[in-house]
């Protein structure tokens, strides 16, 4: 079945540092990527998407490519900051039925420290 | 916010118990979404609802149901609670059948003890 990995946390950077979290998946066919982020006490919020292969999602500062011959989808910041203390999913969306559903994988927490 | 309200925040149990946990989905959505997340199975997806019709079920024990009200209002039903139920249970929807366009609520926190 459709799965995705996630690389463990979790991850400690100082402000200003540069973000990777890697992501890989596994799925039949070609199914979009996303990544949500959930903050303290809060829900999944929606950071970025990609819907096709080579294709590049971005928001906040924040980006991740999908890359097919590697099926990864990794995200990558710049520069992070305080506020950017969140745990970060990696998902992709397949059909379900007559409906799609998300694969999530663990989730990688981030905390950026001054 | 997101405007997916759910009800209630947490919720503290015995083993053996039932408990319904309440969704409330954004003004115009007609799919529902539910989900566990715990420490060791991650974050899964339980059951899809539409229009109050099931569309699509994920890892959901026989000892959950869920059901959506025509007011588009959700239920989520877990009897003969265990301790490995102890999770955070979310819930989200959307316009449509796309997941990936959902918006999640805070969740429910349900401890089982």
């Known amino acids: 079945g459709d799965s995705v990995t996630q690389m463990e946390g979790p991850v400690t950077l100082s402000e200003e540092a540069f973000l990777t979290i890697n992501c890989t998946y596994t799925a039949t066919g070609y199914p979009s990527l996303f990544w949500y982020v959930q903050y303290p006490g809060e829900g999944l919020q929606l950071l970025l998407k990609a819907t096709k292969a080579d294709d590049k999602g971005s928001n906040k500062g924040f980006e991740a490519t999908y890359r097919k011959e590697t099926t990864s989808f990794h995200l990558e910041k710049g520069s992070v900051q305080v506020s950017d203390s969140a745990v970060y999913f990696c998902a992709l969306s397949a059909r379900a039925g007559t409906a799609s559903k998300l694969t999530f994988g663990t989730g990688t927490r981030l905390q950026v420290t001054l | 916010d997101s405007g997916v309200t759910q009800t209630p925040k947490h919720l503290i149990t015995a083993t053996g118990q039932r408990v319904t946990l309440r969704c409330s989905p954004r003004s115009g959505d007609l799919s529902v979404y539910w989900y566990q997340q715990s420490l060791d199975q991650g974050l899964q997806f339980l059951i899809q609802y539409y229009n109050g019709e099931e569309r699509a079920k994920g890892n959901i024990l026989e000892r959950f149901s869920a059901q959506q009200f025509p007011d588009l209002h959700s239920e989520l039903n877990l009897s003969s609670l265990e301790l490995g139920d102890s999770a955070l249970y979310f819930c989200?929807?959307?316009?449509?059948?796309?997941?990936?366009?959902?918006?999640f609520g805070q969740g429910t926190r349900l401890t089982v003890v």
């Open positions: 989200a929807s959307s316009v449509d059948l796309r997941a990936s366009e959902a918006f």
